[in-house]
Each structure stands twice: as C-alpha cells, then as structure tokens.
C-alpha cells in the first residue's frame, strides 16, 4: 500500500510488489491516483477501486478500508509511510489491528527532524505563511502519535541501521532493482568519439538532499579557474522535477552556466535510456548530510550500478566499500564538486570493464527480490510463532 505520484517511487513500489509475489504470497496493490484508491494484481489490472474525495484525502482512505476490510480477509499490510502520522493514519492503523492484520510500515528516511525544518524554513523565506502553519500544526501532531503507533504495526522496514525506531523492531534492507527491467548501457557516438566532452548526470525527484548545487558550483570553479588551454567541455543533465529545480535554475543562471546545465523535466522510457547511455558519470545524493542522515542505501545508487554507470556520492551507502573502484566518494560538506578530481577518477578507470562490473555487482547485491525475501521471511517467522502461541 501506497500513496504517491512519483514516478521513480512508483517504479520502486511496483518492483517491490512483484518481488513479493515471488515469494509465493497472493497479494495486492494498493495506490491513490487523484480522488480514487485502487488496488491492482501484478499483471496492473485493476481489482477494486474507491472515491475518496473528501476534505481531507487519508480520512476517505480510512473509510474507504473500513468498508473493504468488512468483507475482505487479510493477513498482512505493507505501507510505504506516508510522512506525517496524523489522526486519520493512526485511525488505519488501528483499524488494521483491530481486524488481526499485521502492519510492516515502510520508511524510506529517518530521522526526519531536519528534513522537515528545512522545509518549513523555505516556507517562511517564500512567505507561504499558510502552508507553514499547516506544516508545523502536523509536525508537532506527528510527533505526538508516531510514539504511541507501536501497538499497532508489527515491524518498520528501513534502509538505515537502527534496531528500533519509536518502541518499534526494525527490519533492515536494501534499497533494490529489478535488473531485467534497467538495461545496461550502451556507448553512445558522444562517449566513443568526443575525449573533450564529458556528460554527468542526475536523476531525481530534485531536493536539498540529492546536493546537485555542489555540482553547479563546481562548474563555475572549473570555468573560472586558470586552465583555458585544455578545458573539456562538461555538461550536467538534470532529469526530474522538484521542490529545489526552480532554486537550482536560478543558482545556474546566477553562476552563468546555462550553455552547461541542461534542467530535462521528467524523462522514462527510451528518452531516459539515451540519457543514461550518453552519461559518463552519474550524480548520486551529495546533500544526505544536510538532512541528518550520513549513512543511506539510496535507490538512485543501485540504478547507476545496474545499468553500468560509475557516480558520485557523499554518505556512507552500507554495500558499497570505501575502496570501491568504481565509485568516487566525496566528503559529506557544503564544497563544490572538484571537476579536476571527477576527471581524474574516471581517467583511473577507463581501461576497465566498467559496465559489466557494476552490473555484475548490482546483480549479487541489489535485486528487490533478495530484499523482500528478507521481509518474507520475517512474516513467515511472524505467522509461524502466531499459530504456535495460538495452539498453546
């Protein structure tokens, strides 16, 4: 079960539920798509559907459960967590247990503490006095209930080392692919026959914690310095939209960089295949740091791995060692991305089978099918000590 609009997330999701069918379990879908709630088989096809117009979208969602749930059966629900816990998901989590239905609340990010003062200054810098005081209305309205939520969800799967979170048992993963549906690159004529240029790129629901401003700013280092004479032409290529692009636009304008920035807008299909096989380097998160979170297992970076792509980061991703060959690990700091330091890095590894190395190894350690079976096999655990404890 799932809220979002997202392409990316939505790709993720639907990678995760069919990774989950092939764990032997019958399952459904469940995602709001404007005003309905739809739940669909892994063929997409949809099963049911609800209106949930409303005032207020998560309070239809309740209703609309508690209907479906008075004669329908089932024995587990597996939420993507919807950010704020506020009454009406309290409330669904509640009636989940009221119903015998073991909860596993997925949460992609933890803390959230800075992410959400970060945000509620930006609101105040854009005079959106409105929506800030809705903003810190529901925080402080989330802090309150999401500390009393462990007598109702089983177990929270995180992509982050923590035993609990909120009184609650975790589950560790890994952010995943579904390798068969990312193909690996192919080098582009740009890649093969023009040493003078050089294409990063970056894919992402843009905000402050992917850092791509570090990128920008170290362009105008690069073009601002003294190295005229053998200057390689370097174009970074955003992909996506979000809540920083129009900042990102602005910084790129102010830097003087628009004949280097190119701002792409949501690309998938074959357009995202051809950016990718232009891509020399990808731009993982640069700005985890910014939100609190040093260590991650970010979904971006298991793409650029399965498609065959070296890239930049700056946290600590737990599969990834710190002398991985093809992968440059920068600090986790507000400093402008060293474009002399990127070249250099990727000079190191041209003569190198980089593409089926990296996809070699998003294939052993990165496959949502060897993730969720560790979720599999803790409902199974679960079910199992519950048929025990109900014989005895």
């Keep these: ?25 019958e399952i459904e879908l469940a995602y709001r798509k404007e005003d309905k709630l739809i739940f669909i088989n892994t063929a997409e096809a949809v099963l049911k559907e609800y209106n949930i117009s409303g005032l207020w979208y998560r309070s239809s969602i309740y209703k609309s459960l508690k209907i479906l749930l008075s004669h329908n059966v089932y024995d587990v629900v597996y939420i993507r967590t ?6 009406a998901f309290y409330k669904t989590l509640n009636l989940f247990k009221r119903k015998g239905i073991d909860v596993y609340l997925e949460m992609p990010t933890y803390p959230i503490g800075k992410e959400y003062i970060m945000y509620c200054k930006q609101l105040f810098k854009n005079r959106k006095i409105k929506r800030l005081i809705f903003q810190i209305i529901g925080g402080l309205i989330h802090k309150l209930l999401s500390r009393k939520i462990k007598k109702f969800v089983s177990y929270i799967v995180t992509f982050m080392s923590y035993k609990k979170i909120w ?9 995943g692919v579904t390798i068969e549906d990312i193909p690996i690159v192919t080098k582009s004529i740009e890649r093969t026959t023009d040493a003078d240029n050089l294409v990063l790129l970056g894919v992402a629901n843009v905000d402050v914690w992917h850092g791509y401003d570090r990128v920008l700013h170290g362009l105008a280092n690069y073009y601002q310095s003294d190295q005229r004479s053998n200057m390689r032409n370097i ?4 992909v996506g ?8 636009k602005l910084l790129s304008s102010k830097l003087s960089l628009e004949g280097n920035v190119c701002f792409c807008g949501m690309r998938s299909g074959k357009e995202l295949d051809n950016l990718f096989d232009k ?24 793409e650029y791995c399965a498609r065959g792509i070296p890239f930049v980061y700056a946290y600590n991703e737990k599969q990834i060692p710190e002398d991985f060959t093809y992968a440059l690990k920068i600090p986790h700091n507000e400093e402008a991305l060293n474009m002399n330091t ?11 089978p980089i593409e089926e190395t990296l996809r070699k190894f998003a294939e052993d350690n990165f496959t949502w099918e060897k993730q969720m079976s560790i979720v599999a096999s803790k409902i199974r655990e679960r079910k199992l000590d519950e048929s025990f404890n109900g014989e005895l």
């Design 1 to 25: 079960m799932f809220d979002t609009s997202s392409i990316g997330i939505r790709k993720k999701v639907l990678w995760q539920f069919k990774a989950m069918e092939k764990q032997g379990f």
């Design 82 to 87: 919807p950010g704020f816990v506020d009454p």
């Design 167 to 175: 009184g609650i048992d975790v589950i560790e993963i890994e952010n």
């Design 235 to 238: 174009k970074f290529y955003i």
């Design 241 to 248: 939209e979000g809540r920083e692009i129009e900042n990102l």
């Design 279 to 302: 891509a020399d380097l990808g731009i993982s998160s640069l700005g985890m740091h910014r939100i609190g979170v040093l260590q991650g297992s970010t979904l971006k970076t298991k």
């Design 342 to 352: 990127v070249m250099n890095f990727l000079e190191r590894i041209a003569e190198l």
